[in-house]
């Protein structure tokens, strides 16, 4: 199984709302990311975890919640968004080597509207 | 600020033609990636350099890597319709995890 899965593929919520998205994996990868992007923008890393430990903030608004409940999965916890936050949430998995990161496979992305 | 940045931005060819995409990076990296993204979709690895390399080939793509300028090319020979998407490199640090995407290049192929 060489895929991520993402859920759910649309999601639209108001400003007050919480929400969960949830990304999951089963190709043993140690590695997992969060990823934001724009329309017509490169995707932008947010959060990554590493043997279930999160290893890279990028100084992302505490209004997003990652968390890794196993090496399986991936959640990300919405809460208070602002409308500048609509836009395609990827998933990302790697392997881990030595001291290299591989390539890193992804989910086909949560488009999110904030109203 | 972004690591990897990409020219041109847009390219629109024929079908049957090469397509050159070039990407350039500011910091020391372990090595650099290229990634196809269709439209509103996730993207698709398309194949990576090791910082010690200097060309690598997949099929219809040639990816050469310059350290000393800091930049990367992406090669797409006797491209299709179906090669329609936007391409970005991305660049990992070394020793770290922290992957950094350049703009892209949107290549349009023409049936």
């Known amino acids: 199984d060489t895929e991520v899965t993402q859920t759910p593929k649309h999601l639209v919520m108001g400003m007050t709302n919480k929400k969960s998205l949830k990304c999951e994996q089963h190709?043993?990868?140690?590695?997992m990311y969060w990823y934001k992007q724009k329309a017509k923008k490169p995707p932008e890393l947010m959060f990554v975890?590493?043997?279930?430990?999160?290893?890279i903030n990028e100084s992302v608004p505490s209004r997003f919640s990652p968390e890794c409940p196993n090496s399986s999965l991936l959640n990300l916890h919405l809460h208070a968004l602002q409308p500048e936050d609509s836009a395609l949430y990827l998933c990302?998995?790697?392997?881990?080597?030595?001291?290299?990161?591989?390539?890193?496979?992804f989910g086909p992305g949560t488009r999110l509207t904030v109203l | 600020s972004q690591q990897g940045e990409e020219d041109p931005q847009a390219l629109s060819i024929q079908e049957g033609e090469n397509a050159t995409m070039n990407c350039s990076y500011k910091?020391?990296?372990?090595?650099l990636q290229w990634y196809r993204q269709n439209s509103g979709r996730g993207l698709v690895h398309l194949i990576l350099?090791?910082?010690?390399?200097r060309e690598k080939h997949s099929g219809r793509l040639r990816v050469t890597l310059d350290t000393s300028k800091k930049s990367s090319s992406l090669l797409i020979t006797a491209s299709r319709a179906a090669d329609t998407a936007s391409y970005f490199c991305?660049?990992?640090?070394?020793?770290?995890?922290?992957?950094?995407f350049g703009a892209g290049t949107r290549l349009f192929v023409k049936a």
């Open positions: 350099i090791r910082s010690n390399e």
């Open positions: 190709m043993g990868h140690r590695a």
């Open positions: 990302a998995s790697s392997q881990v080597g030595e001291t290299w990161v591989k390539e890193q496979f």
């Open positions: 991305a660049t990992t640090s070394t020793g770290g995890f922290k992957t950094i």
């Open positions: 910091t020391s990296i372990n090595n």
């Open positions: 975890y590493s043997y279930e430990k999160l290893s």
